[in-house]
């Protein structure tokens, strides 16, 4: 046989029924179902191949055809084979014995790692495909956020699914618009989809009524809901960010610094306004604060008012980055020079910051470290291993262009 064929004994002499049984699937990267009639069948290649073999199975050892076919098509593929000789013919079987038999063989496939199933039996085929198809399904993560077009959200997200994809699942990317009404209508879907974990980013008290009852696991990011104490939360210590920006300011020798802060009540608003608010105090500064929701159009809104409510402003701690890029813009149309008059921080370290003229001074959030939690904490879930309800990532002041140090 060629060096990438694997035909082990256990599968040629027959097999235990006892360890088919107690086999445990496992997730594979991809799921690959090709139904073979008469021989003759397509073949088609997982473009996202790694080093998981293909798994192929029949009743005997007629199934080999299809795996040299494989090969040949498939050069650089790993291909483990199970041939059925123990029950061999299936012809002569009832369809729920074909579908308990192939059940059996998927699931121990499953523990060789496989990435994708080929069924070479016609008779399987014909009669338990469609079954074991349904029941072994690629697992899904559901992830609901409240603006795709916010880079913070969609840096999350693929981070998120990076880490679902390595380990079998795929990610269902739903954004909810900050609307209550849509992400209670985006966890039904989901719920009904039989999707193994929900991860979302909301504020809404109504979508934690639903949480509460949610009956796949649900992990939430950035925000916290009150009385939603028991799902699991991984986010940014926000309250350390907001006091860094603000004394990282105090610094640069600002005396007038205002806080654009989000006014619908977000945890992680509050918590950084807090932050902000402990500097102010140990200072002796003046609170100044302006209603800024995490919307692009409503930066250019916020500095406008800013201007007009504290025209001796000369430092500004923006509710993200995506925000301090519109005052900047808007500082600039009406003549006011960064960092020279006023000096300008961001919050989330997105990778739109780096490339911004000039770059961005900011709060840098672990965003990729948090999704992976975030998928992790739901694969955990999924194979009932513990997993801890509290994850606080920690925060770093990032000094660039828009902020000057004495």
């Known amino acids: 046989m060629a060096g990438n064929f694997f035909y082990s004994k256990v599968y040629k002499g027959g097999f235990d029924i006892k360890s088919l049984e107690n086999a445990r699937p496992r997730r594979y990267n991809s799921k690959i179902w090709w139904s073979i009639h008469k021989r003759r069948f397509n073949i088609v290649e997982n473009k996202n191949r790694n080093t998981a073999a293909i798994g192929v199975f029949d009743s005997g050892v007629g199934g080999l055809t299809v795996t040299r076919e494989i090969m040949r098509q498939l050069p650089n593929e790993n ?63 559901g992830v609901i956020v409240p603006d795709i077009e916010n880079p913070f959200f969609s840096e999350l997200a693929k981070a998120v699914e990076d880490e679902a994809f390595q380990n079998g699942y795929r990610m269902l990317l739903c954004s909810s618009g900050n609307n209550a009404e849509k992400e209670m209508q985006n966890i039904q879907m989901l719920v009904q989809m039989k ?26 990011v950035d925000r916290t809901l009150q009385n939603v ?11 350390k960010g907001g006091y860094l920006a603000a004394e990282h300011l105090v610094q640069c020798g600002c005396k007038n610094i205002v806080c654009l802060k989000e006014p619908s009540g977000y ?70 020079k960064i960092p020279q008059e006023i000096q300008l921080i961001g919050f989330d370290d997105v990778k739109f910051g780096q490339i911004f003229t000039p770059e961005l001074t900011t709060i840098h959030q672990s965003i990729r470290e948090m999704g992976t939690a975030a998928a992790q904490i739901i694969e955990k879930c999924v194979e009932g291993q513990p997993c801890q309800k509290k994850n606080i990532f920690d925060v770093s002041l990032v000094v660039r262009e828009t902020t000057m140090e004495w």
């Open 79 to 141: 291909v483990v084979y199970f041939g059925d000789t123990a029950r061999v013919p299936y012809g002569s079987k009832s369809k729920n014995n074909i579908i308990r038999f192939s059940r059996q063989i998927i699931r121990f496939l499953k523990t060789k790692n496989v990435k994708a199933i080929v069924i070479a039996c016609n008779t399987a085929s014909a009669l338990a495909l469609e079954t074991v198809k349904e029941e072994f399904d690629i697992p899904i993560i």
């Open 229 to 239: 104490n028991e799902k699991a939360v991984v986010k940014s210590d926000h309250y």
């Open 267 to 336: 945890s992680s608003g509050n918590e950084r306004y807090r932050g902000y608010f402990a500097v102010c105090e140990k200072y002796g500064l003046k609170e100044q604060s302006v209603d800024c929701t995490y919307v692009y159009e409503e930066g250019i809104r916020a500095a406008g008012k800013m201007l007009e409510r504290y025209p001796d402003v000369d430092g500004v701690i923006a509710g993200n980055d995506m925000i301090a890029m519109a005052v900047y813009k808007e500082l600039i149309r009406r003549g006011k």
């Open 195 to 220: 999707a193994d974990g929900v991860i979302i980013m909301t504020n809404s008290v109504d979508t934690g009524k639903v949480l509460k009852t949610c009956p796949v696991p649900v992990v939430l």
